[in-house]
């Protein structure tokens, strides 16, 4: 069964950045798109941005000009490059596929953005 496991979250200013990162155990990684999702306190977890086998991407709209996703399949290792953070982005940041079905859902990582 595939494990994910998301880092590189932190306390960060506004306007500043961060670069998460998602590792996916088992050698199935690259034939999945996967995306990168997140949840604040009191909310429901929203899809941020996805990205496809083939390159395609997605970002919803509060992100858009601000964060990059990437993936490198040699590393079975998805990023998420945010930038320009804003305090509404304070969430536990997860990752998984793009798709259902939904692999289990790893621990996240804490993003929390605050002068």
């Known amino acids: 069964q595939v494990q994910l496991v998301e880092s590189g979250g932190g306390l960060v200013q506004p306007g500043g950045s961060l670069r998460l990162s998602c590792a ?4 199935i990684f690259s034939i999945y798109g996967m995306g990168w999702y ?3 306190p009191g909310k429901q977890r929203e899809c941020v941005s996805t990205i ?7 970002y919803t709209d ?6 990059t996703i990437s993936r490198d399949n ?4 998805m990023y998420l490059q945010m ?3 804003k305090p509404e982005g ?11 079905p939904l692999w289990p859902w790893g621990q ?3 993003v929390t953005v605050s002068a």
């Open 24 to 27: 996916a155990s088992g050698s």
């Open 62 to 67: 509060a992100v858009k000009g601000r964060f």
């Open 108 to 110: 996240g990582t804490q």
């Open 90 to 100: 304070t969430a536990v940041y997860y990752c998984n596929r793009n798709t259902s």
């Open 38 to 40: 997140r949840q604040a």
């Open 83 to 85: 930038n320009s953070l």
């Open 74 to 77: 040699a590393k079975k290792t």
């Open 52 to 58: 496809t086998t083939g390159g395609r991407i997605t």
